[in-house]
Each structure stands twice: as C-alpha cells, then as structure tokens.
C-alpha cells in the first residue's frame, strides 16, 4: 500500500502518482519566475513530514529555499516554518513597528 499519494488538476484533468518510504513523492508548480516544491518523506521517527520549498521557477537564477515542514504535532498537522520564514516574518514585523 502507499504511504503519499501526490495529485494534480491541469488543462488534461487530474493526474496522481504514489510513493512509499523507499520513494517518496516529489510535486513543482512553477510559473516564469517562481514557484514551490513539495516532497513527502518519513522521518527517522517512522512520521510523515511534507517539506516545502521557493523556487524562482521555469527560469531559474536562483536557490532553492526551504519555507518549512508540514508534519503531525500531537496528532494535528502543523506547519514548522523554516530559520528563512522565521527570519523573514521578524523583519515584517519590524518593518511594521518603524
């Protein structure tokens, strides 16, 4: 049986794949300049945890960023931001205090 299962809704209808520990899923919506990538893994600990990262899609010229983890908490999802989304919702919140 699966363990992730990754789906899609295009102009051709709905496309899905499976994944299991041994290989898990990998997902990418790219537009010209940006985008994001999801990939589905088990952890050391045997749960499931969706990473997601920024991408400058299509084009490409940038890095990767890692925007965080989607993984059960006491048995609720829960996002765990990245050190980059940490850092980038402080500066926000300086910015708003000046």
Known sequence: MARFRASLQG???TA???GHPN???ETSNNGWHLGVV???AVTPSNTDTIEIFMTSGSAG????ISLG???????????IPSAYT??????LLLAQET
């Open 69 to 79: 983890s989607v993984e059960l908490i006491d048995d609720e999802p829960s996002f």
């Open 38 to 40: 999801t990939a589905a």
């Open 61 to 64: 010229g940038h890095p990767t």
């Open 23 to 25: 290989s898990p899923t």
């Open 11 to 13: 102009a051709r209808g």
């Open 86 to 91: 940490l850092s980038l919702c402080a500066h």
């Open 16 to 18: 899905s794949r499976l």
